[in-house]
């Protein structure tokens, strides 16, 4: 069984400055693990993924994640936020290659960006 | 369509009244899964079909939730009896193939008010 946890269901940045919004997971296979956004009144999209290839995933708008298999981490980052960045943020986790693994989310981080 | 299509975008029921949510995937995509988005919640996974296998269940809160595929494309999530705590956003989402390591596609969601 897979699982992942969001720290901080609401995280406050100021424009120009690091956004860092924490995932840990739980899988007891190797994981797939996911960042997706939800903008304001939009569907989610995908952020980026990490499939076991590099540790250090980039995805789009400036956004990358590392994947820490010692920490059991997948934090997500951005060097400088922008104010189009305010939006709801889900981690997920996938285990295991069969096609029967399915992907759990976790509870969400909404971000805000203060001008 | 190019996305994934949900009917109704909005409901509004009374409690007790049954209610069934559609889902036309992206065209050939094998894997469904069904979401529900509460508020604080996060995305709650549901229920996910993949092909012809046997539809993983797990996610599924009472046996008033149901859901079925048909032939291998539309779904339908089926609510009966509906209570004020089944007031959400019903998510569907559609992956080329089944397994945790695909990129999955969100619809817009259908809004589910219970009064």
């Known amino acids: 069984a897979q699982s992942v946890t969001q720290l901080g269901s609401h995280v406050s940045v100021s424009e120009g400055a690091l956004v860092l919004l924490r995932c840990n997971y739980s899988?007891?296979?190797?994981?797939?693990l996911f960042w997706y956004v939800q903008y304001p009144n939009q569907g989610l999209q995908l952020l980026l993924k990490?499939?076991?290839?590099?540790?250090l995933v980039k995805g789009i708008n400036g956004f990358e994640a590392e994947f820490k298999k010692s920490e059991t981490s997948f934090h997500l980052t951005k060097p400088s936020a922008h104010m189009s960045d305010a939006a709801e943020y889900f981690c997920?986790?996938?285990?295991?290659?069969?096609?029967?693994?399915?992907?759990?989310f976790g509870s969400g981080t909404r971000l805000s960006i203060r001008p | 369509g190019a996305g994934v299509s949900q009917s109704p975008s909005n409901k509004v029921t009374e409690k007790g009244k049954d209610v069934e949510l559609r889902c036309d995937p992206i065209?050939?995509?094998?894997?469904l899964y069904w979401y529900r988005q509460s508020l604080g919640q996060g995305l709650e996974f549901l229920i996910y079909?993949?092909?012809?296998?046997?539809?993983?269940k797990s996610g599924l809160p009472s046996d008033r939730f149901s859901a079925e595929r048909t032939g291998g494309s539309v779904s339908t999530l089926t609510i009966q009896r509906t209570q004020q705590e089944d007031s959400a956003v019903y998510l569907c989402?559609?992956?080329?193939?089944?397994?945790?390591?695909?990129?999955?596609?969100f619809g817009e969601g259908s809004w589910l008010t219970v009064v």
């Open positions: 079909f993949q092909g012809n296998s046997a539809p993983d």
């Open positions: 990490y499939t076991s290839a590099a540790t």
């Open positions: 997920a986790v996938g285990g295991g290659r069969s096609s029967a693994s399915k992907i759990i």
């Open positions: 989402a559609s992956s080329p193939r089944g397994g945790a390591g695909n990129t999955i596609y």
């Open positions: 899988s007891s296979v190797p994981p797939y």
């Open positions: 065209s050939g995509h094998t894997a």
